[in-house]
């Protein structure tokens, strides 16, 4: 906003300067009050309207009406007219004395239509062309807040930090020193999300190298196990091999006993009487034999079993 323009004065000294300063015809000067009367009590959209109406006539084509009619478009926030105005008013009346104050509008209005590197361009213009304006700072505050939506926040920052030391009366200045705070803080934000993600992305690393060894240990303990469930296997079967012979020994041992005992019998039949008499056979006895022996042979692997998982958990 024009913060130097007073509405109700100023559209005053423009009418009465306008009708004063040209010979008008009847229907443009009464366009002309019209758009007055609005202009002065702030309802811009009907103002603008008539302005709009009053600069069709040429005897109104002339920098009062159309400063009136770009300051009308820039209150109701029609940027880009106001734009195209402002554009046909710096063409026209380079040399009015509201070339300055449209200038800076031109600049400000590109800030608002997002158009931010043109508003550096034409605004940073209006700073070297008019250094000593009272609009000034507030060319410079929009050349930040340009540099700033652009992400250009170094930038940015310098320009607000100026604004702070060398203007600290403008009505600009509390807002360059929130931008200025805002900016350390996105500072810190961002440092503060750079550690995050490079301990996040750590961690992530961590956590699949432990599920990757996670993996591997299984499956190398599957891989143990069922080796070492093989070996039982074999193990067992070599004893039940060997279970098997052993009975079949014990078999034939019966039955060698009982063809001893049948000769033996047929030689006291025949009268033979010095025939010693034979160790006998004790089957129990050699069961249990057999018997200690496979209990042996499970300790045995009982105590393989245990040493081995026990190496396992250490």
């Known amino acids: 906003m024009l913060k130097d323009f007073k509405k109700g004065m100023a559209a005053a000294i423009i009418c009465a300067s306008v009708l004063t300063g040209a010979v008008a015809s009847e229907s443009a000067s009464s366009a002309f009050v019209e758009a007055c009367k609005f202009y002065s009590r702030g309802e811009w959209s009907d103002a603008k309207f ?40 710096l063409e026209n009346f380079a040399d009015s004395m509201y070339a300055g104050r449209v200038y800076y509008q031109k600049g400000k209005l590109l800030y608002n239509l997002g158009e931010y590197e043109k508003a550096i361009v034409v605004l ?24 700033f939506a652009g992400y250009k926040y170094d930038e940015a920052g310098a320009v607000y930090e100026r604004i702070v030391t060398e203007f600290p009366e403008s009505a600009k200045t509390p807002a360059a020193q929130y931008r200025l705070e805002t900016i350390l803080q996105r500072g810190r934000e961002e440092k503060l999300l750079y550690l995050l993600k490079q301990t996040g992305e ?11 060894q996670l993996r591997l240990y299984n499956s190398e303990a599957i891989d143990s196990t069922r080796q070492k469930l093989a070996a039982a296997q074999t193990k067992n079967e070599t ?17 060698n006993k009982e063809e001893s005992d049948r000769i033996i019998q047929e030689l006291r ?46």
């Open 269 to 314: 039949e025949a009268g033979e009487k010095d025939i010693p008499a034979p160790e006998p056979f004790d089957e129990k006895k050699y069961q249990l034999k057999l018997l200690k022996e496979k209990a042996l042979e499970a300790q045995k692997m009982l105590d393989e079993k245990v040493s081995a998982s026990g190496s396992e958990v250490k």
């Open 202 to 212: 750590e961690y992530l690393s961590a956590k699949e190298e432990y599920e990757r």
């Open 239 to 255: 004893l039940e091999k060997q279970v098997s012979e052993l009975e079949m020994q014990i078999a034939a041992l019966k039955s």
């Open 124 to 147: 940073s213009d209006f700073c070297h062309r008019y250094e000593g304006d009272e609009l000034y700072s507030f060319a410079l505050f929009y050349i930040g807040e340009s540099l």
């Open 50 to 89: 008539l302005l709009k109406k009053a600069v069709s006539y040429k005897e109104n084509l002339n920098p009062d009406t159309y400063y009136m009619l770009i300051t009308s478009e820039v209150y109701d926030g029609d940027n880009k007219n106001a734009l195209d105005d402002c554009n046909f008013f």
